[in-house]
């Protein structure tokens, strides 16, 4: 069994990074967890962070980043930060 990698508290839900699956979980009744989606990903998520309702989630060893939906779970945006890094760093000067 892999470890949760990554925790994020949203809303009222706890999304869990455990390898390359993404975990979300309510109370249940009892103090219990309730298991509301699984999300596969291609990689392990290397970092993740939440905007209200939305989930922005990073995977290791790539430059793309997903805005996920904390409702319906969906992928609602994809993009590649790299060009836009790539252009700040090559206009600052080096020491």
Not at 18 to 46: D, I, N, P
Not at 65 to 70: A, D, E, Q, T
């Given at each position: 069994?892999?470890?949760?990698?990554?925790?994020?508290?949203?809303?009222?839900?706890?999304?869990?990074?455990?390898?390359?699956?993404?975990?979300?979980?309510?109370?249940?009744?009892?103090?219990?967890?309730?298991?509301?989606?699984?999300?596969?990903?291609?990689?392990?998520?290397?970092?993740?962070?939440?905007?209200?309702?939305?989930?922005?989630?990073?995977?290791?060893?790539?430059?793309?980043?997903?805005?996920?939906?904390?409702?319906?779970?969906?992928?609602?945006?994809?993009?590649?930060?790299?060009?836009?890094?790539?252009?700040v760093l090559a206009g600052k000067p080096r020491k």
């Amino acid at each position: 069994m892999n470890p949760v990698t990554r925790m994020l508290v949203v809303g009222r839900s706890i999304w869990c990074a455990v390898g390359a699956t993404v975990k979300v979980y309510r109370e249940g009744s009892g103090g219990t967890l309730e298991l509301l989606q699984s999300l596969q990903m291609e990689k392990g998520v290397s970092c993740a962070a939440t905007i209200e309702d939305d989930v922005w989630v990073a995977l290791q060893g790539s430059s793309v980043v997903r805005l996920y939906s904390n409702i319906t779970y969906e992928c609602l945006f994809e993009t590649d930060v790299a060009p836009e890094v790539s252009k700040v760093l090559a206009g600052k000067p080096r020491k």
